[in-house]
C-alpha cells in the first residue's frame, strides 16, 4: 500500500491533538447537561471531530496518489525562531538595544547571500529604527541597555 | 434616520484629521504590502494592530480597513511587471499583464488595472451601503441558535473554498475553535487549558496568533526563496494613457468582474482571491476570441482587478451587518472591534452609527488617495520592488517581537509567537491552511457562547437548532457542504484549466 506522507502525517498530527484535548476535557473538566452545558461540553465535541477527521486524512493519504513534501526550510526556521526566542530570553534581561541588535543578527543569518557588511549595517539600522520607534516613540517602559542606560 | 443625516454624521467623522491621516497612512502601508512579494497583509495588520489601541476605534477600524483594501491595488504592480504576484489575489494578473508589458504596454496596464480597482472599489461600497442596513434588520430578528448556525456556515464555507485541502481546512477551523477554549470560559467562569501558567489564563491574544501563523511562518517559508528582481523600467505617465478603443474594450469586462467579485466579497468564506481567479474565468467564457487571453488581452487584467477590489469592500458586509467575518482579515477586524469595546452584530450599525457610516465615507475617501499613489505616483511602488527581501525580512522579524510584546507587556507572549511559527511551519509542509485557523480563533468563543445560550434557552433541548427554520435552513446548507468536502477529498475532480499554476509560494498564500 503506497502512503503519502504528507497526508498520513497530517492526519496523524490532528488525530493527536483532536485526541489529547478531548480526553483532557473529560477528565479535566466537566460537561454538564445538555440544558446547562459546562466547560468541557465545547472542547470534547470539537477535539472529536478534529479526531474524525483526522482519521479521514490518514485514509485519504492511503488511498490518494503520491505527493511530494515540499523542501523543509531547516536553516531558516531553526535561525528565525532562535531569533525570537532570544529575543525573549534577552528582552528584559538586556535591554531593548541589545536585545533588538542580537535577534537581528540571528535572523539574518538565515540568508545565504548577505555579506559581512551588509549584516553589520543592517544590524546597526534596524536597532537605531526599533530603538527609535518603541523606546522613543511609543515609550515601552524597558531599559535601553539594562543596568547603563534606562 | 435617513440616509442623508447618516451620510453627515459619516462625512463628519471620516473628515476628522486623525480619520484623514490614518487613512492616508494605511491605504499606503496597504499598497506596500500589497506591492511587495514575500510580506503579507495579514501578518502587516496583526503587527499594526496594537498600535491601533491608542486610537479612537473609528479612527482604529479607518486604518485597518485602509491597509485592506489598500492590498487589493498594489498587488498587480509585481504581477505586470515581473511576472510574479505580490498577493494570490494579483496572480491571475500575471496572465495578462506581463505579457502586456512585454508588448511595452506595461504603463497602459498598470493604468486600467488602478482604474478598474477604483471602480470596483466604489462599486463595492455602493452595494455596501445599500444592502447593509437591510441585512442589519433581519440580522436583528437572529436568535442564538440562528447565529450559532450561521457562524457555522461561515467556518464550513470557508474551509470548502480555500485553496487546497477542504478537509485539512475544515480542521484548521475546529483547531483554531479549540485554541479559542484556551482561558477562562465566558460561560462557567472556569479557566481552561492553562496547564499552570499564569498568562493562559487569560487566552492566547489573537494577534500573537496572526503574526507567528503568518507573520514568522511566512519569513520561515520565504528567506533564501524569494527570487532576485531585475531592474523594471521607468514608467512615464505618458505611456499610461489609454485609446479609446482600450477603453471601451474596459468598461463591459469592469462590469461584470465588480459584479463578480461584489457577489464573492460578500459572502462569507469567500474573498478577493476566488473573486479574481473567478472574473477572469468568467471573461474568458464570455469572450468572443479567447484564444488572445494569455498574450495580452486587456480583460484578462481589467476584469480581476475590479472583481477583487470589489471583493474588498463587500467583505466588510457580514463583517459589519451580522458579526461574521468573511476571511481572516476580517477576524482581525473584528477582533478589533471587540478589543475597543465594539461589539459587532446587527445592532452594529444603530448602536455605533458614527463608526460605520464614517468608515463607508472613508471608503470613499481612501480610494480617491489610491487612485492618486497608483496613476502618479506609481514609480514609487516600481522603486519599492528593488528592495532585496534579506533586507526587509528582518525587519519583519523585529517588528514582530517588539509588536507582540507590547500587546500585554508579557515576554511569554514573545514565546508563544515563536511556537506559533514554527507551528505554521508545520501546518504548511503538511499542507494545512492557516487562515482558517485564525477564523475559528476569533469565531470560537462567540460560536460556544450562541450555542449554550440556545440550549440553556431551550431547556437542553438540541434539536433546536434544526426547528427554528432560519437555523434549520442554515445547517442543512452546513451538512451539504461538508458532504461536499467529504466527496472533493475523495473523488477529486480532474485538473481543469483553471487558475495558473503558480509556484507553491502564492499557491498557498490563503491571506489577502
Not at chain 2, 176 to 196: K, Q
Amino acid at each position: 500500500m503506497q502512503l503519502n506522507l504528507r497526508e498520513v502525517l497530517g492526519g496523524l498530527l490532528m488525530f493527536g491533538l483532536g485526541l489529547s484535548v478531548f480526553a483532557y476535557s473529560l477528565l479535566h473538566y466537566s460537561i454538564g447537561s445538555m440544558a446547562r452545558p459546562g466547560p468541557g461540553l465545547f472542547p470534547a465535541v470539537i477535539g472529536f471531530a478534529v479526531v474524525g477527521i483526522g482519521v479521514l486524512i490518514v485514509v485519504r493519504g492511503a488511498v490518494a496518489p503520491i505527493a511530494e513534501m515540499p523542501k523543509i526550510e531547516w536553516r531558516n526556521a531553526l535561525l528565525i525562531t532562535l531569533s525570537v526566542v532570544a529575543f525573549g530570553l534577552t528582552f528584559r534581561r538586556l535591554g531593548v538595544a541589545p536585545s533588538a541588535a542580537i535577534t537581528v543578527f540571528i535572523a539574518t543569518l538565515a540568508d545565504r547571500s548577505m555579506t559581512h557588511l551588509a549584516r553589520l549595517a543592517t544590524v546597526i539600522a534596524l536597532t537605531l529604527l526599533v530603538v527609535i520607534i518603541f523606546k522613543f516613540g511609543v515609550g515601552i517602559r524597558v531599559p535601553l541597555i539594562a543596568g547603563v542606560i534606562y | 434616520m435617513s440616509f442623508f443625516d447618516s451620510l453627515i454624521i459619516g462625512i463628519e467623522t471620516a473628515m476628522q484629521v486623525d480619520a484623514l491621516v490614518y487613512c492616508f497612512i494605511g491605504v499606503t502601508l496597504g499598497t506596500l504590502v500589497g506591492v511587495i512579494p514575500g510580506i503579507g497583509g495579514l501578518a502587516a495588520i496583526a503587527l499594526l494592530l496594537p498600535l491601533t489601541y491608542y486610537m479612537k476605534p473609528e479612527v482604529a477600524i479607518i486604518f485597518i480597513a485602509g491597509i485592506y483594501y489598500g492590498g487589493a491595488y498594489g498587488g498587480s504592480i509585481a504581477s505586470i511587471l515581473l511576472n510574479l504576484p505580490g498577493k494570490a489575489s494579483a496572480a491571475v494578473v500575471c496572465l495578462d499583464g506581463y505579457p502586456l508589458a512585454r508588448q511595452g504596454k506595461a504603463g497602459l496596464a498598470l493604468f486600467l488595472t488602478a482604474v478598474g480597482s477604483f471602480m470596483g472599489s466604489i462599486g463595492g461600497v455602493l452595494i455596501l451601503v445599500l444592502f447593509s442596513p437591510p441585512l442589519a434588520v433581519v440580522g436583528l430578528k437572529f436568535g442564538p441558535a440562528e447565529f450559532f448556525a450561521l457562524m457555522l456556515l461561515g467556518l464550513v464555507a470557508a474551509s470548502s473554498v480555500a485553496n487546497g485541502s477542504g478537509l485539512k481546512s475544515l480542521a484548521m477551523v475546529f483547531v483554531g475553535l479549540l485554541i479559542g477554549t484556551i482561558g477562562t470560559d465566558i460561560n462557567s467562569g472556569v479557566p481552561r487549558f492553562h496547564f499552570g501558567i499564569l498568562q493562559l489564563r487569560d487566552s492566547v491574544s489573537l494577534v500573537t496568533v496572526a503574526m507567528g501563523l503568518f507573520g514568522l511562518t511566512e519569513v520561515i517559508r520565504s528567506v533564501n526563496n524569494v527570487p532576485i528582481i531585475m531592474k523594471p523600467g521607468d514608467i512615464t505617465f505618458r505611456s499610461m494613457l489609454p485609446t479609446l478603443a482600450e477603453v471601451r474594450q474596459s468598461i463591459a469586462p469592469m462590469l461584470r468582474g465588480g459584479g463578480v467579485g461584489a457577489f464573492f466579497g460578500a459572502l462569507p468564506g469567500t474573498g478577493m482571491d476566488v473573486a479574481s481567479f473567478t472574473a477572469y474565468a468568467v471573461e474568458k467564457r464570455v469572450s468572443r476570441n479567447p484564444q488572445k487571453f494569455g498574450h495580452g488581452a486587456i480583460e484578462g487584467i481589467v476584469a480581476p482587478e475590479t472583481a477583487n477590489n470589489a471583493a474588498g469592500q463587500t467583505a466588510f458586509i457580514p463583517t459589519l451587518t451580522l458579526g461574521i467575518p468573511g476571511d481572516a482579515v476580517m477576524a482581525l477586524v473584528l477582533g478589533a472591534l471587540i478589543i475597543h469595546g465594539i461589539a459587532p452584530g446587527p445592532s452594529l450599525i444603530n448602536n455605533e452609527p458614527a463608526l460605520f457610516w464614517g468608515l463607508v465615507v472613508s471608503f470613499v475617501i481612501g480610494n480617491v488617495m489610491l487612485l492618486i499613489l497608483n496613476i502618479p505616483l506609481i514609480t514609487i511602488w516600481v522603486r519599492m520592488l528593488l528592495i532585496p527581501y534579506r533586507f526587509l525580512y528582518p525587519v519583519v522579524v523585529i517588528f514582530i517581537c517588539f509588536g507582540t510584546f507590547s500587546i500585554n507587556n508579557s515576554v511569554f507572549d514573545i514565546f508563544v509567537v515563536a511556537g506559533f511559527g514554527v507551528f505554521g511551519y508545520v501546518l504548511l509542509l503538511l499542507g494545512f491552511e492557516p487562515a482558517p485557523l485564525l477564523l475559528g480563533l476569533v469565531l470560537g468563543p462567540m460560536l460556544e457562547e450562541r450555542m449554550v445560550r440556545a440550549l440553556v434557552i431551550s431547556h437542553g433541548d438540541a434539536t433546536v437548532f434544526l426547528t427554528h427554520p432560519i437555523s434549520g435552513a442554515l445547517l442543512v446548507c452546513v451538512f451539504a457542504l461538508i458532504g461536499w468536502i467529504l466527496y472533493d477529498s475523495f473523488h477529486p475532480p480532474a485538473p481543469a484549466e483553471g487558475p495558473p499554476a503558480q509556484d507553491p509560494e502564492t499557491q498557498s498564500k490563503m491571506e489577502f
